[in-house]
């Protein structure tokens, strides 16, 4: 669900292009530079599509290798959800099949991380209580027993810290 969806492809002279489902709202990059604060159900709605996604993907160890905002587009929230977007991961043009490594995709999803923290709109209290996932640090994403699972954990009880065995550095 949160992979972009290829609609198929075409023909653009001597290339051969893939066509994929309308991002509405545009990239995360762009995203949050237009944007002075995301509120809170947002955010964490962004960081747990984006780990369901690296979570599908490793499970049939794929590694994206380039998890960054410029790769993940913005779609419109179904009608009664809690969130603004629905995230979703597209760009895989430097994946790796077959692969384990999936500290590459981690390392690049603590950079989204702190993209998306600091446009938050979090209270300075509940920030605060969410600071470990600030604190991963550059290479904090490449902890022992980190796994996208575990990032989903701890996406779902931010005020508890990382989930027992996880290391977060603070």
């Known amino acids: 669900d949160n992979i972009v969806a290829c609609q ?4 653009a002279g001597n290339q051969l292009v893939m066509t994929t489902e309308l ?22 709605q962004i960081l747990r ?16 290798t ?13 009608p009664g959800g809690n969130a603004e977007v629905v995230a979703k991961l597209c760009d895989f043009a430097v994946a790796k099949i077959d692969c384990e490594d999936f500290r590459l995709d ?6 989204v991380v702190r993209a998306v923290l600091e446009k938050s709109d979090w209270s300075q209290e509940h920030a605060r209580s969410c600071s ?15 796994t996208a699972s575990t990032v989903l954990e701890m996406l779902d009880s931010p005020i508890g810290g990382p989930p027992k065995g996880v290391n977060s550095g603070s």
């Open 8 to 11: 198929g492809f075409m023909e």
């Open 23 to 44: 991002a509405s709202k545009g990239d995360l990059h762009k995203y949050l530079e237009g944007k002075s604060k995301v509120e809170g159900n947002s955010v964490l």
């Open 49 to 64: 599509d984006i780990a369901d996604a690296l979570q599908y993907l490793h499970r049939h160890r794929i590694v994206h």
């Open 66 to 78: 380039d998890i960054k905002p410029q790769n993940v587009l913005l779609f419109d929230s179904s």
């Open 106 to 111: 981690l390392n690049g999803f603590g950079n």
């Open 132 to 146: 470990w996932l600030h604190e991963m640090g550059d290479d904090g994403w490449q902890r022992e027993g980190l």
